[in-house]
């Protein structure tokens, strides 16, 4: 009988952190492994256990996966044997990767295959035969050697790929320690293709070392906190990950990995930069003698820069032309360089201190959209854009806790700007969006301060002026600033269809221009959010909006709708986007009991009036698994027409013949619809969130329209949420004339426009307290009982 394998004292050790549990960690289960081995082998010769990969690097974190090999000489392979050292591993509960082969079957399925290849280059000896297990490592690595050139262009576009699919550590919302660009095996990489004999610079490996054990420190309490094997560090385990690390905050954490995977991003990239131009298509530019780019920079070696690099320039603004360079010529900026450009003087402070030629090279390096984003950060890296920008220091690293977001603030900002690069086309002052779209976010780099929107608003009033821009065009940067979130706030929260919508709108921008640019820094800065921050819909809500508003300030916007189309309007709708006309459904209202009709994503319901009409549809709107985005209601006579707009997901078209059935079972009092929800909404997994952007709210505003109350109802979402509130107003009974849907992450803020029963607006405070309890309670019962 094996011994057991005790591990629980080092699982349960707070003490023991990062390297020194990985360590520790490996040396009891090999230890454990050795034993067996040696009880069970006997005089067995020329066998040995061999650790491989992570192991091998004496790496194992809570729950890794043991890799090993049983290595031996001879015809017969060692079968007792690996079972006897197998079997209790598993029955440990452990996780095993495990081979039995000779050295030569080892060598030849390496040959072919770069995972197993560059697991031998850890090779480690556990026991046995140790000659056998040096001969594996040193054919091993002479074979790597061998064939270092192919292993160099295959690590090449497996790192190229592997960063594609994971996304950044320095930038991510939830990074992926191990895999992501700047995680930890980027290290691993660099030391495989250091080892196939490629120059790789070994002080830059060395500074390595501390970054990539900060990773390794966070990934061993995370396998301890979930008890499951996983990389991800996922939103809500970061609290927990910061306490066992002993830091104050989930956002010291993220800081701290954010940190190293900038660190071990630059140097990655450095390194397969060289070696890709050493190697690829740029492999001339080595041959090439100096190419001049103008103003005393050059393309030297496939890099862009400076003719005298030993000389610090004297210019403060030196960086920007350089970066101008690098981004056009897709180039990477000397090293020589940017220790060169380190030595440069600051900028001169106060309003007005930029001369008019440094602030045009920053609009130009903004507006070469995603080519600059990296070259700015290559900047950030060694403190030469917080010269540019002393604002920006406390937005770098910073988190966004929430699911909405999948970038840190620093990196949101640059994406907007590229995506508004990309667009500005569609806009007459380019200069001014992408400003605007590279600021608007600054206040929340200062959290203590309030709104970021309107904190950020004068900062970035300061920071134009500084820049030397005209003042009418600094009130505009402010304006953008301040309400960045207005279209979309406005356009997913309110009637377009009533004329004070886009009044209010153009109120509050003052000019056609303005409203144009909002228009676009709102796509861009939705599109740098997440994927689920832009959609069709949403496109189309906030170019009506937006037209409305230029022809409530005397424009026309029949011109704009030309240029500005993207073809994203919502298929099956009207051209402008406009809800569909009693007049149209006449038909409907005409029939008799429930009649439906569906197109695309619009379903229209005409019935017999009941108060209850619009919260059972949207009931059964969310049994099928829909998400509504918008709805209206019209009532004439004993009838009301309802039209609701969903996001049908994956599919390209609901089912709405089995929609409608259950439509005309719920409005005929034939479904059972809070049990069906409540069942559908014990059976979906939603993702469990830590922090919500917002508290549970209810807000009624009677200024937004003179004939309708509009009631906002602001919290976390849940199956069937639209269903419960729009019953609950019921209650009450208020009738719905319209709602706006807008999901923002895990969170959402639906509006809507009800009409007592006499008609008019919800004055009365006292049944304002009333409706809101009501409403609370089906967001949060338990902010509901903090009423009483």
């Known amino acids: 009988m094996p011994p057991a394998l005790v591990r629980t004292d080092l699982l349960g050790s707070p003490e023991l952190k990062g390297r020194a549990f990985v360590e520790a960690y490996t040396d009891r289960v090999e230890q454990w492994l050795a034993a067996i081995f040696a009880e069970e082998a006997g005089e067995a010769a020329a066998v040995s256990l061999v650790a491989l990969g992570g192991q091998g690097r004496r790496e194992l974190a809570p729950q890794s996966d043991l890799d090993l090999l049983l290595l031996h000489e001879g015809r017969d392979a060692p079968s007792a044997l690996a079972e006897a050292l197998w079997y209790p591993i598993w029955d440990e509960g452990l996780k095993l990767g495990h081979s039995v082969r000779t050295v030569r079957d080892t060598l030849s399925l390496a040959s072919g295959d770069l995972e197993t290849a560059t697991a031998l280059l850890s090779a480690r000896h556990i026991c ?16 790597w050697v061998k064939r270092g050139r192919r292993w160099a262009d295959e690590l090449s576009a497996d790192v190229r790929k592997r960063h594609e699919d994971a ?58 906190i979930q008890g499951q094997p996983g990389d991800a560090l996922v939103l809500q385990e970061q609290d927990t990950v910061a306490a066992a690390l002993g830091l104050a905050d989930a956002d010291a954490l993220m800081e701290r990995v954010s940190g190293a995977g900038r660190r071990i991003a630059e140097v990655s990239d450095e390194a397969w930069y060289d070696l890709d131009t050493r190697h690829g298509a740029r492999g001339s530019l080595l041959r090439r003698r100096d190419r001049s780019l103008g103003d005393g920079l050059v393309s030297r070696q496939g890099r862009v820069a400076l003719v005298d690099e030993l000389r610090p320039p004297a210019d403060p603004f030196a960086c920007l032309e350089v970066a101008l360079a690098a981004a056009r010529e897709g180039q990477r900026i000397s090293r020589a360089t940017l220790n060169s450009l380190v030595g440069a003087p600051s900028p001169p402070g106060g309003p007005q ?86 600021l608007h976010d600054i206040g929340k780099a200062y959290p203590e301060l309030g709104d970021h929107s309107e904190q950020g608003a004068p900062m970035a009033g300061s920071i134009c002026r500084r820049m030397g821009f005209a003042e009418p065009d600094v009130e505009t940067i402010e304006t953008l600033v301040r309400h960045h979130l207005l279209l979309a706030d406005v356009a997913t929260r309110r009637d377009l269809s009533d004329p004070a919508t886009a009044e209010h709108v153009a109120g509050v921008l003052g000019t056609a221009e303005r409203v144009e640019l909002l228009q676009v820094l709102t796509e861009a800065d939705s599109l740098a959010t997440g994927p689920s921050a832009w959609s069709p819909w949403k496109s189309d809500l906030v170019q009506r909006l937006a037209w409305g508003a230029i022809e409530a300030l005397g424009g026309s916007a029949g011109e704009r709708r030309g240029e500005a189309s993207t073809g994203s309007e919502v298929p099956g709708r009207p051209a402008d986007g406009a809800p569909a006309t009693p007049e149209k459904h006449r038909h409907l209202l005409e029939g008799q009991g429930v009649c439906t009709e569906a197109v695309a994503d619009t379903l229209v319901v005409a019935y017999d009036r009941r108060h209850d009409g619009f919260a059972r549809i949207a009931g059964v709107l969310a049994l099928n698994g829909l998400d509504v985005l918008g709805a209206s209601v019209h009532t004439e006579g004993g009838r009301e027409l309802a039209e609701f707009t969903v996001d049908p997901g994956v599919s390209a078209c609901p089912h709405w013949e089995r929609v409608s059935a259950d439509v005309e079972a719920a409005l005929n009092g034939r479904l059972a619809l809070r049990s069906r929800l409540a069942e559908r909404s014990r059976s979906t997994r939603r993702p469990h969130v830590v922090e919500h952007q917002f508290e549970p709210a209810v807000r009624f505003d009677n200024g937004s329209t ?74 949060d019962p338990g902010t509901a009982r903090q009423l009483t």
Request: with cysteine.
């Open 353 to 438: 201190a930029w001369p008019d030629e440094a602030r045009q090279r920053f609009v130009e390096l903004l507006l070469l959209g995603h080519p600059s984003v990296e070259v700015i950060q290559v900047l950030a890296g060694r403190g030469l854009w917080v010269r540019l920008l002393p604002e920006w220091r406390r937005a770098e690293s910073r988190p966004q806790r929430n699911a909405y977001h999948r970038f840190t603030v620093d990196r949101h900002l640059l994406e907007c700007a590229a995506n508004a690069a990309e667009l500005s086309s569609r806009v007459s002052r380019p200069d001014l969006l992408v400003m605007a779209a590279l």
């Open 128 to 143: 046995g035969d140790e000659e056998l297990t040096l001969r594996l490592r040193e054919r091993a690595r002479a074979n």
């Open 706 to 779: 003179t004939s309708t109350t509009v009631v906002e109802v602001v919290g976390p979402d849940s199956t069937g949420l639209l269903y419960r509130l729009a019953r609950a107003l019921g209650d009450f009974d208020l009738g719905v004339t319209a709602a706006r849907i807008h999901t923002m992450g895990a969170d959402v803020v639906d509006s809507f426009y009800v009409e007592p029963p006499g008609g008019g607006l919800l004055v009365d405070e006292g049944l304002q307290a009333e409706i809101r309890r009501a409403l609370l309670d089906e967001l």
């Open 167 to 224: 996304g950044d550590v320095a930038y991510a919302l939830e990074p992926d320690l191990k895999e992501g660009r700047g995680g930890m095996r980027d290290v691993h990489a660099l030391g495989w293709v250091s080892a196939a004999g490629e120059p790789v610079d070994e002080r830059l490996l060395a500074g390595l070392v501390e970054p990539y054990d900060e990773l390794l420190a966070v990934r061993v309490e995370l396998h301890r």
